[in-house]
């Protein structure tokens, strides 16, 4: 049971240490001047917006403290990541399949309404 706890802290652990570096690059280099970081598949793909496009935008505008930026550029970025921290600190909810479900409608749903031209304040900006 030992050894299963110390993996469990081991990989939170460096999943601390990986988000934290991660959180760093994204203070210094800014995603929308950067050539070298990535940008969305799906849109250089198609020119539709995922539910994730602005995202990496969204966390530097974050990061710098401007919140109403990151809304801009990926406004169910900061619903996430409270749902995010709420999975972290209450596991349990995270196994059930009616959460599982709730947040992936939402994300599709998200997808295509950020896509409709109804909705222009979805799209990154």
Do not use: Q
Request: with cysteine.
């Amino acid at each position: 049971m030992r050894e299963r706890s110390a993996a469990k802290l081991l990989l939170w652990g460096a999943a601390g240490v990986a988000a934290a570096g991660a959180a760093v690059l994204l203070y210094f280099v800014d995603p929308a001047e950067s050539a070298w970081l990535p940008g969305c598949p799906l849109r250089t793909l198609t020119g539709l917006n995922c539910a994730g496009c602005g995202g990496t935008r969204g966390i530097h505008a974050l990061l710098h403290g401007d919140v109403a930026g990151c809304f801009r550029m990926n406004a169910l970025l900061l619903p996430l990541l409270a749902l995010a921290g709420l999975l972290a600190w209450k596991p349990r909810l995270a196994a059930k399949p009616s959460v599982a479900f709730c947040v992936a409608a939402v994300i599709i749903l998200y997808s295509v309404a950020r896509n409709l031209p109804c909705f222009p304040f979805l799209a990154p900006h």
